[in-house]
């Protein structure tokens, strides 16, 4: 398989110039460049959004007109933990409601560096346990319910549904992770490996990001921010969608592998030729098209 010709673009667009001068990354040149990557104009009239306080943390609900709102998505976005939006992800969020048929519960949840782990698995879990309680045509549980992320998003989705667990909730029916950083140790031997095919993410950038969204002295194999490394017992099925060219590689296969050995139904697929969380790039390059109806019909599948 090779890249089509929007999927080299954006894969172009991503490649820094080795003769530009080398500037370190800044959180506004982050939140800058999700913005102008991921969010555009999409047309989906038939997609209600309605902001919602979940438990005082601040969330939207997007509902397609034919979706279930007893089957439901919290999705918790990308962006290293120090970017991303509801914003960012609406458009994403929109065509999974579509799409799956389920409504989305899109999570505003705090960024660093403002504010430090664990604000943002304690806005996940809070995010989580009130859409237990509640869904977007008011109280009511959910029959079927899903935690979902990507990029740090995925690694959060990991941490929070061990959360549940942990603290006696339900846990979900499963989860999907898309590209998860889920290790701040950052040990996986792909960081290197696959450095010189990915255009998205290094491990010098994510190391600094988790500079920021740690505190001074953190226990990096703490579940909250390096779940890859936390307790899989119990857990409900796991979707693990992953670039085979992406540094962030081996947090998956590691997640797929310690899950598996738990006994926890996992499905770990590697795609080639893609960018990290290239689902979010929309319906106009053909691999992010494949990417969100792949993950569309998992969450139709586990709805029975």
Not at 40 to 69: I, M
Not at 156 to 182: E, F, K, N
Not at 237 to 242: A, E, K, Y
């Amino acid at each position: 398989m090779t890249a089509s010709p929007q999927m080299q673009e954006v894969i172009d667009m991503l490649t820094p110039d080795p003769d530009a001068p080398v500037e370190g990354p800044t959180v506004q040149g982050i939140r800058d460049m999700m913005s102008g990557v991921l969010m555009r104009v999409a047309d989906f009239p038939e997609v209600t959004v309605a902001p919602v306080s979940a438990g005082g943390v601040p969330c939207e609900w997007l509902v397609h007109k034919d979706a279930d709102p007893n089957k439901r998505v919290v999705y918790l976005h990308g962006g290293g933990y120090v970017a991303g939006d509801v914003n960012t992800h609406r458009t994403f969020c929109s065509d999974l409601s579509q799409t799956a048929g389920v409504a989305v519960l899109n999570v505003d949840y705090r960024l660093a560096p403002d504010h430090k782990a664990p604000a943002q698995f304690d806005d996940g879990l809070t995010a989580y346990k009130w859409m237990l309680e509640n869904g977007p045509d008011g109280a009511g549980a959910p029959t079927h319910c899903f935690v979902a992320g990507d990029s740090a998003g995925g690694g959060l989705a990991l941490a929070v549904i061990m959360g549940a667990r942990d603290a006696g909730l339900p846990v979900p029916t499963a989860g999907v992770l898309i590209s998860p950083w889920a290790d701040m140790h950052m040990a996986g031997a792909s960081f290197e490996s696959n450095s010189p095919t990915d255009p998205m993410v290094q491990k010098g950038a994510l190391e600094w990001m988790a500079s920021l969204t740690l505190a001074e002295g953190a226990d990096l194999d703490d579940a909250r921010w390096s779940p890859m490394r936390g307790s899989y017992d119990g857990l409900p099925p796991l979707f693990v969608h992953v670039s085979s060219i992406e540094t962030l590689l081996d947090d998956s296969t590691e997640i797929a592998a310690r899950a598996q050995a738990a006994g926890v139904d996992v499905i770990i697929e590697q795609v080639p030729d893609v960018v990290h969380v290239w689902h979010a790039l929309g319906r106009e390059v053909p691999e992010a098209s494949a990417g969100i109806d792949r993950v569309c019909a998992y969450i139709r599948s586990q709805c029975g």
